[in-house]
Nanobody
Framework: QVQLVESGGGLVQAGGSLRLSCAAS????????MGWFRQAPGKEREFVAY????????YYADSVKGRFIISRDNGKNTVYLQMDSLKPEDTAVYSC????????????????WGQGTQVTVSS
């Protein structure tokens, strides 16, 4: 069992920045590939970013490419999502999860979800 706790969300104006954190329990954190997802009101959860266990491989949704950066610190059991140039359409609950396998962008290929952190971008 892995427990994930997200933090760092909040209210920010368009064009602003936020950095989300996802703290994980477990002694083998560096073996977990991780993903960030988001869910806006009335919409399905969607993929945002992925990072391999070592951090050497990353992948982004087209909608955030060039604006968001995913990283990790295995010594701190934490994954980060740096979000710059935020837009109102980025407003959502952001959650991190451990990848089980399969396609990187598919929600069902992830397990051990955190509770999420709210990001609200005002125009």
């Amino acid at each position: 069992q892995v427990q994930l706790v997200e933090s760092g969300g909040g209210l920010v104006q368009a064009g602003g920045s936020l950095r989300l954190s996802c703290a994980a329990s477990g002694r083998t954190f560096n073996s977990y590939a991780m993903g960030w997802f988001r869910q806006a009101p009335g919409k399905e959860r969607e993929f945002v970013a992925y990072i391999s266990g070592s951090g050497s491989i990353t992948y982004y949704a087209d909608s955030v490419k060039g604006r968001f950066i995913i990283s990790r610190d295995n010594g701190k059991n934490t994954v980060y999502l740096q979000m710059d140039s935020l837009k109102p359409e980025d407003t959502a609950v952001y959650s991190c999860a451990v990848r089980r396998g399969g396609l990187i962008t598919v929600v069902d290929e992830y397990v051990y979800w955190g509770q999420g952190t709210q990001v609200t971008v005002s125009s």
